[in-house]
């Protein structure tokens, strides 16, 4: 099924259909409180038993007043027996944490990066992806850690000029 929401005015910058979540509360939002969700649901077997796959969730970023309503989206994706998780925030600043909600500018990213130790021993380390092009994780020895230099020639090897190299293709 589908639910059309037609706007019948005018053209202009502020038309188009609006589907409204109202948080009817009494008395001011409070921080963390859920403003409304969407969910995305499905059926898990033949006997209809519905599951949440998905959701995007609207919360009050801090308590709310006459100058103060910041709101932060949280987006949400289940990975496996109903259990979901919360994947990436966009926070009231704009900024975007992906598989962190720990975040405090620009886009930041966790990442989980596979390796092999000098020792042979294969190993899963958490790494955050800053903003500022900062890379922090726990070494060997794990102590935290930062590279601050991932853009830089120097931390890379084979780096060679390919002159013409989209004529190439």
């Given at each position: 099924r589908v639910v059309n929401i037609k706007s019948t005015g005018a053209l202009a910058a502020g038309g188009g259909g609006i589907v409204r979540l109202?948080?009817?509360s009494e008395g001011a939002m409070?921080?963390?409180?859920?403003?409304?969700?969407?969910?995305?649901?499905?059926?898990?077997?033949?006997g209809n038993n519905e599951i949440v796959g998905a959701?995007?969730?609207?919360?009050?970023d801090e308590d709310w007043d006459?100058?103060?309503?910041?709101?932060?989206?949280?987006?949400?994706?289940?990975?496996?027996?109903?259990?979901?998780?919360?994947v990436m925030r966009i926070n009231m600043d704009?900024?975007?944490?992906?598989?962190?909600?720990?975040?405090s500018s620009g886009v930041a990213c966790l990442a989980l990066i596979n390796g092999?130790?000098?020792?042979?021993?294969?190993?899963?380390?958490?790494?955050?992806?800053?903003?500022?092009?900062e890379m922090n994780y726990t070494d060997?020895?794990?102590?935290?850690?930062?590279?601050?230099?991932l853009s830089d020639e120097r931390a890379k090897g084979n780096i060679a000029v390919i002159p013409n190299a989209l004529t190439r293709l």
């Open positions: 109202v948080h009817d409070e921080n963390n409180r859920r403003l409304g969700c969407i969910t995305f649901v499905g059926a898990e077997d033949d959701r995007i969730e609207a919360f009050a006459t100058s103060n309503n910041g709101t932060y989206l949280a987006f949400s994706t289940a990975s496996g027996d109903d259990n979901e998780t919360e704009g900024n975007v944490g992906i598989g962190t909600s720990a975040f092999t130790d000098p020792g042979g021993t294969t190993t899963n380390t958490a790494c955050f992806f800053a903003a500022s092009g060997a020895s794990g102590n935290a850690a930062t590279l601050d230099s």
